[in-house]
């Protein structure tokens, strides 16, 4: 069964580091890359980023590159943060992709979604 749960949230000082967790089904792994989206208020859900589960291929937001990494063990997707902003506060979901797109209306299954709230 398609299985996708995420957790980390929480709040933080800018500056700050949160890491997430995305524990994913053995099917869902295997067949989809995994990738992280957020959706602040009023905002569109954005991409963040997302890691091939072929070939390890990462791709990141130009908003996060040089402080979010994603990475991968077993069935598990993590997102860690560092260097927080204020402007990162947003609801961040673990996502089923299939490709690695970082488009929302592309994204084959959703996580339940972990608030990140970053102060200043």
């Known amino acids: 069964e398609v299985q996708l749960v995420e957790s980390g949230g929480g709040l933080v000082q800018a500056g700050g580091s949160l890491r997430l967790s995305c524990a994913a089904s053995r099917v869902t792994f295997n067949n989809y890359n995994i990738g992280w989206f957020r959706q602040a208020p009023g905002k569109e859900r954005e991409g963040v980023s997302c890691?091939?589960?072929?070939?390890?291929t990462t791709y990141y937001a130009d908003s996060v590159k040089g402080r979010f990494t994603i990475s991968s063990a077993g069935n598990t997707v993590y997102l860690q943060m560092s260097g927080l902003k204020p402007e990162d506060t947003a609801v961040y979901y673990c996502a089923a992709e299939r490709p690695c797109a970082m488009v929302a209306d592309e994204v084959y299954h959703w996580g339940q979604g972990t608030q990140v709230t970053v102060s200043s």
């Open positions: 890691i091939s589960s072929g070939d390890g």
